[in-house]
Nanobody, 124 residues
Framework: QVQLAESGGGSVQAGGSLTLSCAASGGTDSSATMGWFRQPPGKEREFVAAITRYYITNYAASAQGRFSISRDVIKKTVYLRMSSLKPDDTAVYYC??????????????????WGQGTQVTVSS
């Protein structure tokens, strides 16, 4: 069983930056694909970024060029560095883990474990 805990959310003005962290415990994430998703107010949960065990990254079009996902397997932590934030980035951000190999990293259903989420609010 893997527990995930996000941190680093907060309020920021448009154009600002935030770095989210996701710490894994109760298991290991070294073999898992790790993903970040977000859920804007009143909308479905959507893919943001993912990183595989081989450090292959995948980004949503909305995140490409502004967000960067990375992982530290020793610290069992995954990061999402976000820059040039826009009000449309306002959402609850969730970290997720997919221990099974060969999953489609952009799909919610590919992930077995989820964190509780952290709020990111971007004001104009």
């Amino acid at each position: 069983q893997v527990q995930l805990a996000e941190s680093g959310g907060g309020s920021v003005q448009a154009g600002g930056s935030l770095t989210l962290s996701c710490a894994a415990s109760g298991g290991t994430d070294s073999s898992a694909t790790m993903g970040w998703f977000r859920q804007p107010p009143g909308k479905e949960r959507e893919f943001v970024a993912a990183i595989t065990r081989y450090y292959i990254t995948n980004y949503a079009a909305s995140a490409q060029g502004r967000f960067s996902i990375s992982r530290d397997v020793i610290k069992k932590t995954v990061y999402l560095r976000m820059s040039s934030l826009k009000p449309d980035d306002t959402a609850v951000y969730y970290c997720a883990a997919a221990p099974r190999g060969g999953v489609a990293p952009t799909l919610v259903g590919s992930y077995d474990y989820w964190g509780q989420g952290t709020q990111v609010t971007v004001s104009s």
